[in-house]
């Protein structure tokens, strides 16, 4: 089984890592031109995690490169589209599940190794790429100090192999059920999107409660160092009561405003989750979507299992 | 359900064997046996249950009704039901990036009893190049080929769905040969379908009749044709013979009537010449009858 596995995904695996190849160069030529333009910045004095007013300076031009790894939020919905969806789909499509399927191999088995080659090749390919994109971003990282953003959050770390696992279940399981290959990729598409964007908009920022605290109006540099999420910042107080619509003291108009306003009294709720959380919730993230694939994965073998060829 | 006691000679048994596809029953009712060693022809028009039988048989698909044992094993998933049954479907399915001897290597790792030399010798005697992309070779090529790894797995039933349709005249001749000597040589019960039985007569001991999703015949050939006969005889001597036997079709002109006839006994009335029926025009009448059940003689069963 696994011969056939491997005959018949050859080409998909060629394509994967020329595709791997090419965005290694890619990122590993601009990575180490900005890092050695970031480290000659720093050696010029400025000090290190400024959070802001190194960027324009190390990134001036880079545009491309940034444009690519936003790009890289799609690696696993490619994985899903081109390796989920066929894996079960193009079979029944061809009907040559009917050729292997009366070969002297159940169903069960014949579909636990090719799921097994999938997943693999998922996590390698989320794994590489998440890799390259972490390194890559280390001084964007240390200058904007954003990499709990989503965008960010979504590119590096653990996440990204999580996305590529739910992916490809994702696909399999649109697939076998579906029947189709074209529907079962539109599907994948669908509903990885929907659920990637569900999770980030809505659920993510609770996994663990957020911190809240009130602070003087304006930025805070010190906060923002500490790598923080921040969720709002927008309610104002004063003396315990919400300000709806903050009006500016009379004194307070011009550049010094935030200062005037904080000895006026008003206070900012800003609602953040620390930066020491980061490893936390990109292992809850990767958890929540593991635990996906693994109920797309038991949907794919009680469908095959059941449902007539 | 009853507990069946299952005679060991034979290869395939159903019983009321029913396939429903949500409001349509596309088989009902089956009820066949093919003893071990034979040759069947499941024979019958479009659309008449032939695959869905064929799909229930293979362990393809599950029966919405009745059962079915394949040397006395349910058709189902454990390996050896799959290594006891080979299976080529309709569609002649085969994976068009895989050329020849990928299909072979495929099926030696997937089988207990692969016969990869016998399977490159066929390919290669049928000057079909076992390197090249299946996608790149013609219909016949792929049907010789998918023919060829269906009888390589060594089954002990085999199961063809209209396997010759997609072959010439003499391509279907060579593999009707071959399937023949294959019968001979292993213990192999074989079943294969299709619209006209005229193309299988010659191999073939055995046949099972399927129109209008119902069994219509099953049994030997011989003793089917052995109890058909062909009556001439004046018209208005029809009701006297449906009385003690089962007028299958029925033929009229103004004064003679022509009947296919499943005796019961012997005919002894002078009044009709009796000829023996061919296996086509047996098959043909009871085609007939099926597909139009209200005439007179389609109330006959």
């Known amino acids: 089984m696994t011969w056939l596995a491997w005959r018949q995904h050859r080409g998909q695996v060629a394509v994967a890592v020329l595709a791997l190849s090419a965005l290694s160069i890619v990122l590993v030529l601009s990575g180490i031109h900005i890092t050695a333009v970031y480290r000659a910045a720093l050696a010029t004095g400025r000090p290190s995690n400024s959070c802001g007013d ?18 890289t939020l799609a690696a696993p919905l490619l994985i899903g589209m081109f390796w989920g969806a066929p894996l079960v789909a193009r079979e029944i499509d061809q009907s040559t599940h009917k050729l292997i399927w009366t070969q002297t191999v159940t169903r069960r088995r014949w579909l636990t190794v090719k799921v097994t080659w999938a997943v693999m090749a998922a996590v390698v390919w989320g794994a590489v790429v998440a890799a390259l994109v972490t390194w890559w971003s280390g001084p964007e990282n240390a200058i904007d100090c954003t990499r709990f953003y989503p965008g960010q959050f979504d590119v590096q770390g653990i996440a ?3 996305y590529c696992l739910f992916a490809v279940t994702l696909g399999v399981a649109a697939g076998t059920v579906i029947r189709r290959t074209i529907p079962a990729l539109a599907a994948t598409v669908a509903v990885f999107a929907g659920v990637r964007v569900l999770i980030t908009e809505f659920v993510r920022q609770r996994f663990i409660p957020p911190v809240t605290t009130a602070l003087p109006p304006g930025p805070h540099p010190s906060l923002l160092k500490q790598n ?82 | 359900m009853k507990i069946i006691s299952l005679p060991a000679a034979d ?26 060693g034979r040759v069947s022809a499941l024979v019958g028009p479009n659309g008449a249950g032939k695959t869905t039988l064929l799909h229930l048989l293979a362990g393809l698909s599950a029966a919405s009704a009745g059962r079915a044992l394949i040397f006395g094993r349910s058709p189902g998933q454990d390996s050896r039901f799959l290594s006891d049954v080979g299976f080529l479907a309709q569609e002649v399915p085969l994976y068009r990036r895989f050329s020849s ?50 009888l390589a797995k060594r089954p002990r039933l085999l199961l063809l769905d209209e396997p010759v349709a997609a072959l010439d005249p003499l391509a279907r001749r060579d593999f009707l040969t071959i399937l023949s000597e294959t019968v001979a040589d292993a213990e192999l019960t074989v079943v294969l379908s299709s619209h006209l039985v005229s193309d299988l007569d010659r191999v073939c001991d055995h046949l099972i009749l399927l129109s209008a ?45 022509t009947l296919l006839v499943r005796v019961n006994g012997p005919i002894r009335d002078p009044a009709w010449g009796i000829r023996d029926a061919s296996l086509e025009e047996v098959v043909l009448a009871h085609m007939s009858r099926a597909a139009a059940p209200l005439s007179a003689a389609g109330r006959v069963r």
């Open chain 2, 11 to 36: 290869a395939v048994a159903t019983w009321e064997l029913g396939k429903r596809f949500r409001s349509f029953w596309a088989l009902q009712d089956c009820s066949v046996t093919v003893p071990a």
């Open chain 1, 54 to 71: 190194l960027g324009p300076q190390v990134f001036a031009g880079d545009g491309f490169f940034f444009d690519i790894v936003t790009l």
């Open chain 1, 160 to 162: 990204p192999v999580g």
């Open chain 2, 213 to 257: 999703s119902r069994v219509q015949l099953c049994g030997g050939i011989p003793e089917i044709l052995g109890s058909h006969k062909v009556l001439t005889g004046p018209r208005e001597g029809t009701p006297a013979v449906s009385r003690g036997h089962e007028v299958v079709n029925a033929t009229h002109d103004t004064r003679f009537a």
């Open chain 1, 228 to 309: 923080v999420w921040t969720l709002s910042a927008h309610t104002l107080v004063q003396a315990g009561h919400v300000v709806s619509h903050p009006t500016i003291p009379r004194g307070c108009r011009g550049r010094a405003h935030f200062s005037c306003l904080s000895s006026a009294g008003l206070r900012q709720i800003v609602t953040y989750q620390p930066g020491s959380r980061y490893w936390a919730f990109q292992g809850i993230e990767f958890g929540v979507y593991a635990l996906l694939s693994i109920g797309l994965i038991w949907l794919s073998f009680w469908w095959i299992s059941r449902r007539d060829a």
């Open chain 2, 101 to 150: 001897a990928d299909h072979i290597s495929m099926g030696q790792r997937l089988n207990p009893r692969w016969d990869g030399g016998w399977a490159r010798a066929r390919i290669r005697s049928l000057g079909i190049p076992l390197d090249k992309q299946v996608g790149r070779l013609s219909g016949g090529q792929r049907a010789q080929l998918a023919l060829a790894l269906a």
